[in-house]
């Protein structure tokens, strides 16, 4: 299994401004992915980050709206940058692990994010 | 333009009433179908996955199984606690874009 944290758990931030949410996993991982929940939604993908490399970017986002890093195995950030209300989400990271033949992803708890 | 199409929306089961949920696919190539839960508030939380027709797998009450258009998860005998958001998502063949469909919120009455 894979423990994921995220933080913060929740916000709410102001229109125009940036969120950058953390996510921490218990042991080395190639990929981890970003996604985004809207309300009564279900999951979107934003970007695959991978360390050492830029992260790619699914279509309709951008990095300038959501920049990521990725300096390490364990570690990623995904920044919301010049948030409106439409950004209203939760965010959500990923990491799949693969044991033998057999694929298992698992997300952290998700970042609560609301824009006022 | 691939996609992944989640059946029913809602479904409200008597406890102990088994049920179906459905969930379809037109992505080109699969590597890998999975299942999760989602509780309200939380990330899903990983069930099983599928990677070819006529594969099954339980786990608990629940048993998944795929077709090559297609996959059902099988409720039976549900308990309250099984109420829960439940996603399914299609792995592409390069195993790092994952198409998920709108899930089911399933609600049992005691």
């Known amino acids: 299994s894979a423990v994921i944290s995220q933080k913060p758990s929740r916000d709410i931030c102001q229109r125009g401004t940036s969120l950058t949410i953390q996510c921490q996993v218990d042991s080395q991982v190639t990929m981890m992915f970003w996604y985004r929940q809207q309300p009564g939604q279900s999951l979107t993908l934003i970007a695959t980050?991978?360390?050492?490399?830029?992260?790619?970017?699914e279509s309709g986002f951008v990095i300038d709206k959501f920049p990521i890093s990725r300096p390490n195995l364990t570690f990623s950030t995904l920044t919301v940058s010049n948030m409106s209300p439409e950004d209203s989400s939760i965010y959500l990271c990923s990491v799949t692990r693969t044991s033998g033949t057999t694929d298992t992803q698992y997300f952290g708890p998700g970042t609560r994010l609301t824009v006022l | 333009e691939d996609q992944v199409t989640q059946s029913p929306e809602a479904l409200r089961l008597q406890e102990g009433e088994s049920s179906s949920l459905n969930c379809s696919y037109t992505v080109s190539g699969l590597r890998g179908l999975f299942w999760y839960r989602q509780d309200p508030g939380k990330g899903p939380e990983f069930l099983f996955t599928l990677y070819s027709a006529g594969e099954e797998k339980e786990k608990e009450r629940l048993k998944a199984t795929l077709t090559k258009k297609e996959s059902f998860l099988h409720i039976t005998a549900p308990k309250p606690e099984d109420s829960a958001t439940y996603l399914c998502?299609?792995?592409?063949?390069?195993?790092?874009?994952?198409?998920f469909g709108t899930g089911t919120s399933l609600t049992v009455i005691p």
């Open positions: 998502a299609v792995q592409t063949p390069t195993g790092n874009q994952f198409y």
């Open positions: 980050a991978n360390q050492g490399s830029e992260a790619t970017y």
